[in-house]
């Protein structure tokens, strides 16, 4: 059995989702003898971090970030402060020797992302990155699928991560919504969809991108109330939103096959569509977090063409990770369930000393990819992804 002292930074949403991950291993993951230790959280708001500490069974709790990472029975730092702070945090983490999981993108922008990767790079520690869309068991799956070649020669990609949360004009004005806090769009929905695609298909070359705001001014909120899924009275003062709502993507693979990506946080009907199409010479997938225990997958027969349309597929033991839930076909898993399997891949790195996937290299790739979408942005042209 091991024993891994756990300090998790910023205990919003995120860090509660991160918390619970924890609390979930010990059971969903008993036979790999790891086990959390919840030694101390920090956010700025004291309440919050009090009400942390008693609601998922920290030992301690602060006001100081600083003290997580100077606690001497912290080894794993959990970042989901907000993205403009990550970079100093993973940076005063590493250098203490400490492992590092951090919430995408990681930075405020790709270059703070790079400078994260290089500095727990050089330190060596283990790091993880909050791409958890990943470890959904039928993504998994579908990742087999092409990587045994049942659907040829890829030829074309689509993902996305169509999520309206912020379309309601009387949404307050977090930090998600200031460029001095980090990118829009394309930093916190696109990251995911450039990820997946880099998973499933591969590193992407040359790309030419755009960009919109259609919400150009949102409710100013009162420090500790409020978060991004909130709406206000519609009376408070406004404030400017001063990054993107929305991104689109013409890319080129290094493989050659051709994608578009796509991301909207204002967009009507669609509510969490992170997903993708697939197409290869000899079939296609499509998935969608909105149904994440269904994959559509389609197999050429040349012999009955006609009959060639997609089969539904439903999530069960048989695919990875399924089973650690739930012992049945067509019983789902949940968004939590894969923040637990995302927080025990990064703890058994540390264990085992080896890095996994997704680590931080992984956001620097996005990173780069996100720079030549900045670049073309300026340049309306193509851009050459520099990895």
């Given at each position: 059995?091991?024993?891994?002292?756990?300090?998790?930074?910023?205990?919003?949403?995120?860090?509660?989702?991160?918390?619970?991950?924890?609390?979930?291993?010990?059971?969903?993951?008993?036979?790999?003898?790891?086990?959390?230790?919840?030694?101390?959280c920090a956010d700025d708001v004291e309440h919050r971090a009090r009400s942390s500490q008693d609601r998922f069974g920290f030992e301690q709790s602060t006001?100081?970030?600083?003290?997580?990472?100077?606690?001497?029975?912290?080894?794993?730092?959990?970042?989901?402060?907000?993205?403009?702070?990550?970079?100093e945090m993973v940076r005063a983490a590493a250098a203490a020797g400490k492992h590092v999981l951090c919430e995408k993108p990681v930075g405020r922008d790709?270059?703070?992302?790079?400078?994260?990767?290089?500095?727990?790079?050089?330190?060596?520690?283990?790091?993880?990155?909050?791409?958890?869309?990943?470890?959904?068991?039928?993504?998994?799956?579908?990742?087999?699928?092409?990587?045994?070649?049942?659907?040829?020669?890829?030829?074309?990609?689509?993902?996305?991560?169509?999520?309206?949360?912020?379309?309601?004009?009387?949404?307050?004005?977090?930090?998600?919504?200031?460029?001095?806090?980090?990118?829009?769009?394309?930093?916190?929905?696109?990251?995911?969809?450039?990820?997946?695609?880099?998973?499933?298909?591969?590193?992407?070359?040359?790309?030419?991108?755009?960009?919109?705001?259609?919400?150009?001014?949102?409710?100013?909120?009162?420090?500790?109330?409020?978060?991004?899924?909130?709406?206000?009275?519609?009376?408070?003062?406004?404030?400017?939103?001063?990054?993107?709502?929305?991104?689109?993507?013409?890319?080129?693979?290094?493989?050659?096959?051709?994608?578009?990506?796509?991301?909207?946080?204002?967009?009507?009907?669609?509510?969490?569509?992170?997903?993708?199409?697939?197409?290869?010479?000899?079939?296609?997938?499509?998935?969608?977090?909105?149904?994440?225990?269904?994959?559509?997958?389609?197999?050429?027969?040349?012999?009955?063409?006609?009959?060639?349309?997609?089969?539904?597929?439903?999530?069960?033991?048989?695919?990875?990770?399924?089973?650690?839930?739930?012992?049945?076909?067509?019983?789902?898993?949940?968004?939590?369930?894969?923040?637990?399997?995302?927080?025990?891949?990064?703890?058994?790195?540390?264990?085992?000393?080896?890095?996994?996937?997704?680590?931080?290299?992984?956001?620097?790739?996005?990173?780069?990819?996100?720079?030549?979408?900045?670049?073309?942005?300026?340049?309306?042209?193509?851009?050459?992804?520099?990895?």
């Amino acid at each position: 059995m091991t024993t891994i002292g756990i300090g998790v930074i910023g205990m919003g949403w995120m860090g509660q989702v991160h918390s619970r991950g924890y609390n979930q291993i010990k059971d969903r993951f008993y036979d790999s003898g790891i086990r959390p230790r919840l030694v101390i959280c920090a956010d700025d708001v004291e309440h919050r971090a009090r009400s942390s500490q008693d609601r998922f069974g920290f030992e301690q709790s602060t006001t100081h970030w600083r003290e997580v990472i100077d606690h001497p029975e912290v080894q794993a730092v959990n970042i989901t402060a907000p993205n403009g702070m990550h970079l100093e945090m993973v940076r005063a983490a590493a250098a203490a020797g400490k492992h590092v999981l951090c919430e995408k993108p990681v930075g405020r922008d790709p270059q703070q992302t790079i400078a994260a990767y290089e500095a727990a790079r050089d330190a060596g520690v283990i790091t993880g990155v909050g791409y958890n869309y990943r470890w959904a068991p039928l993504v998994q799956y579908a990742r087999q699928l092409i990587e045994s070649g049942e659907l040829g020669t890829l030829t074309h990609y689509h993902g996305r991560f169509l999520n309206g949360y912020a379309g309601n004009p009387n949404g307050f004005l977090s930090w998600r919504f200031e460029a001095e806090h980090g990118l829009g769009t394309l930093g916190d929905l696109l990251s995911h969809a450039i990820d997946m695609a880099h998973m499933l298909v591969g590193p992407i070359g040359r790309l030419t991108a755009s960009r919109e705001t259609f919400i150009k001014q949102r409710p100013i909120p009162q420090p500790g109330v409020g978060t991004h899924y909130d709406v206000a009275t519609g009376n408070e003062p406004k404030g400017d939103v001063t990054n993107e709502d929305y991104v689109s993507v013409i890319a080129r693979f290094v493989n050659g096959v051709q994608g578009i990506l796509e991301a909207c946080r204002v967009i009507n009907g669609a509510k969490c569509d992170m997903s993708f199409e697939v197409h290869g010479t000899k079939g296609a997938l499509k998935w969608t977090m909105e149904e994440m225990n269904v994959l559509h997958y389609q197999r050429r027969n040349d012999a009955t063409p006609a009959q060639d349309g997609y089969l539904r597929l439903l999530s069960g033991p048989a695919h990875p990770f399924h089973n650690r839930f739930n012992p049945a076909w067509g019983l789902n898993v949940g968004y939590d369930d894969l923040k637990v399997i995302e927080m025990y891949n990064f703890l058994d790195g540390i264990v085992t000393g080896q890095q996994g996937e997704p680590g931080l290299k992984a956001a620097y790739d996005v990173a780069q990819v996100e720079n030549a979408i900045i670049r073309s942005w300026d340049s309306e042209r193509w851009e050459t992804v520099q990895y």
